[in-house]
Structures are given as C-alpha cells and as structure tokens.
C-alpha cells in the first residue's frame, strides 16, 4: 500500500480501550448496575473518540501504522495495525454504532430484566474490540487473530437466553464459524507458502506465485473461509438461526459485526491478497458475481414466507450482504465504491429495522408481523423508522439505499453485465414486496382486539431509532460531503484501481 507512514499507537489503543473495560465490566458485575452500564457507554464512546481522531490523517492521504514488537512471532508473521481508507471507513462505522447500540442495549435489558447481563456486555465489548481489531489489520495474520476472536465472542451472546433452541442455534454458529475459520488458517499458510508474506498489498501479493489452476482453487478455499460470516448461500443457515438471540445482539450480528467482519474479509481478499489484475487475469469476479446474485434473489424469496419479524429481516441480511459482494465481485470502479459503501449504508438501514422490532418486542410481546396490525396508529415513530429503513432497503430516493444502488448499477454497466443491473431491478422489487406490507399491515389496518393500551417504548430504545433514522436520509441527501462514508470509499478504492485521489 502506498502513502506517507504515521506511526501511533492509536489503532492498537482504540482496540484495547474496550478489552480492557470489558473487565472492568466483569468485574463489577451485578452489584453495581449503573456502574456497568456506565463503564460500556465509556468503552463505547473513548473508543468512538480514537477512532475519530485519525480521520484528518488518513483524509489526508497519510496510513498510520503501529506494530508491537512483543507480538511478533517471526519477521514476516507478526501483529501489525494499519489504518488506511477502507480501514478507517469500517472502524467509524462499527464503533459509532456502537454507542447506539449501548445506549438501546441498556433500554432493553432493564425492560425485559434480563439475566445474565454482566456476561452480555462484557461478549459485546469484546466483540467489538475485535471487530475494529479486524479493520485495522495490516495482515492477513492480524485479520485472522481478531476474526477469531469475533467468532468465539460472538458465541455467549447467541446463546444468551441459554434455552434448549438458543443452545441448539449456538452449537450451529460454532460448527459454521469454526469451519470458516479452518479454511482461512488453511488459506492463510498456503498465501504465506506462495507469497512470502501476510501483509496487504495494494494490487494484490499472489501474481505469479502459482499456476492460474492452484490460484483459483485458492480463492474457492478463503470464499469458503470468509462466505461463513458473509452469509453466502448455501453457507447461510446459522444466521436466521441466531435470531434467537435478544434484538440487540441480531442487530450487532446483522449490522456491525460478525456479517460484516466476512465481507470486510472479502474486500481484503479480492482487492489486497488477489488484486484486481490478478482477479481479472484468473476470471474470478463474474462467477463471484453469479453466486452473489443468485444469493440476493434466494434470500428475497426465503424473506417473503417469514411471518416472524426478526426472521424476515435476518434473510433480508443474507440478501444484502451479496449486495456489497456483487459490487466488490464487478472489478469496476463504481461498482467496488457500491460495494463498500453498503456495508455503511446496510448497516445503518439494518440496524435502524432491528431496533424497531426489538422496541417492538418488548412494549408489546409480538414477534410476528400478522400480530401487527395497527400498531403504527399506537408507536407511530417506531413504525416511521421502519417504514424509512424499509424505503432505503428498497432502493428509493433521498434514502441511503439508493446512493449504494446507484454505484452498483453503474458499476454492472462499466462491466459490460446488464444482467446484473437486471438482478438489481428484480430485488429492488422483492425488496419491496417483503418490506411494505410490513409497513401497510401498521398504518392501514384495524389494530387487534387488546392493542389500544400500547404506545412508544422508553427513550433509551426510542432516542437511537430516531438517530440511525436520521442517519439513512443523511448519508442519501449529503453523501458527498467531507468525512461520510462515500468519502472514504472513494478513497479506498482510488487505491485498489490506481486512480488519482
């Protein structure tokens, strides 16, 4: 990678703040509960603040880099912290939304009273220790040392309630993560073996090391390594199965973390391990491309038979995530700018759909849309939220979604693959039948007998729905401004193609 080196400790600061406040957590536990909630704000927010304070730096065109020198196991395989476009684009994303999902955390749990609370927000600051871990890998071996982590933190959190069902869906996370893990440690030495090193190169480290047969075959082996978390079908299935985690955790899990995390992964993999020429030397990107939308329109369909909410928006996620995959698979400029951007963009509409259904869920008890029925008369800004999350979800104007989609379709037309844009129109519709009548089932219909005693839930679930709403329609009304998300992605990938910034 190219740019001027700043050398700090920030990147590794912004992923220990949170280690070590998790056992500030843990160590306070259940006899002091504001003093916990207050040390998981703190860890949310002093990590925000770290991470912000090298945006100016990479703007700048400058990577900033530290690597502890305890933590080498050799020369060539060692921790190393780098923060460049792409970097510094998922760690702003995953740590701000962190503090929403605290402050909406907190809310939940006090309503529901439940169990187990120290263990739930210590897994949630290590999860997201390790996640900004991930983004600020200057490795393939980093990127694996906190992907790992990701998964086992990961894992209290699935199994929370601890019932029979959760504990069924945790041993199925585990066998599905644990097997993505293996192929990419797999992966990772035979990269290692080829190239002589782990390091992100900016087009790619593996041109030329073996012959084109092995190099594909390689490729299939990290897709099936990071298609884990990157809910790629046929390797999707634990995803909807984790929805018997607490709505916050869905939310982590879906917007945030561990999804994200696996295409993160992908990103690395095409434009930093492969390298753009090298994917277009192979042909790897149109049958990635393929995969990625046969994914898209499968999930859409899986999402239209769900009554249950949570289950619906989890198979909408498996949709979605393809979506950036799709982007990243074109090869193109615009199309890899769609791609990125919607792993900011998915993010802040997914989330903002299960903090509503988890708002949802605990002021009233349903789960299920057809229990629904007039609800948005009785928490209209709830029912709003969805219904603009859903619109950006769907593609529309000034949301979002439709900056991502728009840079997706011309990137499938810069690829000369009209059927790609096709596939987009198609979704875009799935979308909507999947979506709207959600929104039409709350505002048009004659509430259920029983149902008039509801209104909005407490402000500490209410206040982050209203914030990551507002979000949506900033990042489609303002995207171009300075320090948004299409900023950095634009940065990012002037670095994969070559182009100027």
């Known amino acids: 990678m190219t740019g001027e080196i700043v050398y700090s400790i920030r990147p590794a600061l912004a992923v220990l703040i949170s280690l070590i406040i998790s056992l500030l957590i843990l160590a306070t536990g259940s006899r002091h509960k504001n003093l916990r909630e207050f040390w998981s704000i703190m860890a949310a927010t002093s990590k925000f603040a770290i991470v912000i304070s090298m945006m100016p730096i990479v703007l700048s065109g400058k990577i900033i880099e530290y690597s502890p020198k305890l933590m080498a196991l050799s020369p060539a395989i060692s921790i190393v912290f780098r923060v460049d476009a792409l970097s510094q684009f998922y760690a702003s994303l995953s740590s701000g939304l962190w503090i929403l999902t605290t402050i909406y955390s907190i809310g939940y749990m006090r309503n529901l009273k439940e169990h187990n609370q120290t263990r739930y927000f210590f897994a949630f600051a290590v999860c997201v220790a390790a996640t900004v871990g991930i983004a600020y890998s200057g490795n393939l071996f980093t990127l694996f040392i906190f992907y790992e982590m990701l998964s086992i933190g990961a894992y209290p959190l699935v199994i929370h309630h601890e019932s029979d069902e959760a504990m069924r869906s945790g041993r199925k996370y585990l066998l599905y993560v644990l097997f993505g893990g293996v192929m990419i440690l797999g992966a990772m030495t035979m990269t290692y073996v080829l190239a002589g090193t782990l390091t992100f190169g900016q087009n790619g480290i593996l041109a030329g ?200 379709a011309v990137g499938a037309l810069e690829a000369d693959h009209v059927i790609f844009v096709l596939v987009l129109l198609l979704s875009a519709m799935l979308n909507a039948a999947y979506f709207l009548p959600v929104v039409y089932n709350a505002f048009f219909k004659k509430p259920l007998d029983g149902d008039d005693e509801y209104d909005e839930a407490p402000w500490m679930m209410l206040g982050p729905i209203v914030v990551t709403t507002i979000i949506i329609i900033f990042l489609g009304a303002f995207a171009n401004l300075p320090y948004t998300p299409l900023a950095l992605a634009h940065m990012a990938v002037n670095g994969f193609f070559g182009l100027p910034s």
Not at 226 to 236: Q, T
Not at 275 to 300: H, N, Q, Y
């Open 209 to 408: 090391t073996a012959a084109p047969n092995f190099l594909r075959l390689l490729f299939l082996v990290f897709v099936l390594g990071f298609g884990v978390k990157a809910a790629i079908m046929p390797l999707h299935s634990w995803l909807p199965s984790a929805m018997v985690a607490p709505t916050p955790v869905s939310a982590l899990l879906h917007a945030v973390a561990v999804v994200k995390a696996g295409v993160f992964g992908m990103t690395r993999l095409i434009y930093n391990i492969y390298g753009v020429d090298l994917m277009k030397e192979l042909g790897l990107g149109f049958p990635l491309a393929i995969v990625a939308s046969i994914t898209i329109l499968m999930a859409s369909v899986y999402a239209l038979r769900q009554d249950n909410l949570k289950l619906r928006l989890a198979y909408s996620t498996v949709s979605q995530l393809s979506y950036i995959i799709l982007g990243l698979a074109l090869l193109t400029p615009s199309g890899a700018t769609g791609g990125i951007l919607h792993i900011a963009n998915q993010a802040v509409m997914k989330i903002t759909l299960f903090f509503t259904a988890g708002a949802i869920y605990v002021h009233t008890g349903k789960k299920n849309i057809s229990e629904m029925r007039g609800l948005g008369k009785k928490m209209p800004i709830t029912f709003t939220a969805f219904a603009i999350a859903a619109v950006g979800m769907t593609g529309f104007p000034p949301t979002a979604g439709f900056i991502t989609k728009w840079f997706l």
